[in-house]
């Protein structure tokens, strides 16, 4: 198992004038965004969501746009 950040300005287009995130124009980005997790990105402000959160193992585990690193500290891992 292995965590990811992924800047998401280079997995996702921005819409100029809303500076949101929106699905590519070509089929086989808008499926590698699908399989990827970062749909769960599109509409966001890409200001505000400049990071994306993957722990992946096989496949992806958990995905999430985070607003910082500092987001993403995990202090402690319970596991039931």
């Given at each position: 198992m292995h965590v990811r950040i992924v800047q998401l300005a280079?997995?996702?287009?921005?819409?100029?004038?809303?500076?949101?995130?929106?699905?590519?124009?070509?089929?086989?980005?808008q499926m590698q965004a699908a399989r990827e997790g970062w749909l769960l990105a599109v509409e966001l402000k890409a200001d505000d969501w400049p990071l994306f959160l993957q722990i992946r193992g096989y496949r992806i585990l958990?995905?999430?746009?985070?607003?910082?690193?500092?987001?993403?500290?995990?202090?402690?891992?319970?596991?039931?």
């Open positions: 280079a997995a996702l287009p921005i819409e100029p004038a809303s500076r949101r995130y929106i699905l590519a124009q070509h089929f086989g980005d958990l995905a999430c746009p985070i607003q910082s690193l500092d987001a993403a500290e995990i202090d402690q891992l319970d596991v039931a």
